[in-house]
């Protein structure tokens, strides 16, 4: 969610100038978790299942990526259904550390909520913008 203190240097570094105040004000008469419902149904995750070719691009070339490990899951995530992520590896952990069955579904869901949550406070943005002008 934004907070009035990212809105204010966002608005700041545009050269509007606004009182903490008044930013607090605006943004709570937006309701940002309706906001963010409405990005997160726009991204949506698919588990690989390593035998369809992606974008045109046969599974075996995928599949010898170097960021690719032979034990693990990988999963995709799409916004407005198109691919932005192919994720082969826990993207929450430094190095290449394999996914497991039991954990793609958590940490694709985690990754798209992190998207959702990037493109709600953009929109949130907007919103703020237009309610101060």
Excluded: C
């Excluded at 992606?54 to 899951?73: C, L, S």
């Amino acid at each position: 969610m934004l907070t009035a203190v990212q809105a204010l240097q966002r608005l700041s570094s545009m050269g509007v100038q606004k009182t903490l105040a008044d930013i607090e004000a605006a943004l709570n008469a937006i309701d940002q978790q309706v906001i963010f419902d409405e990005q997160r149904q726009r991204v949506t995750v698919q588990v690989w299942d390593k035998a369809t070719p992606i974008n045109g691009v046969a599974p075996e070339k995928i599949i010898a990526r170097d960021d690719v490990p032979d034990d693990g899951e990988i999963y995709l995530l799409y916004v407005d259904g198109k691919l932005v992520y192919l994720q082969p590896h826990d993207p929450f952990q430094a190095g290449v550390v394999p996914m497991t069955s039991e954990t793609v579904v958590q940490l694709a869901n985690q990754h798209a909520d992190q998207i959702a949550t990037q493109m709600a406070d953009d929109k949130t943005f907007e919103v703020l913008l237009t309610s101060l002008a």
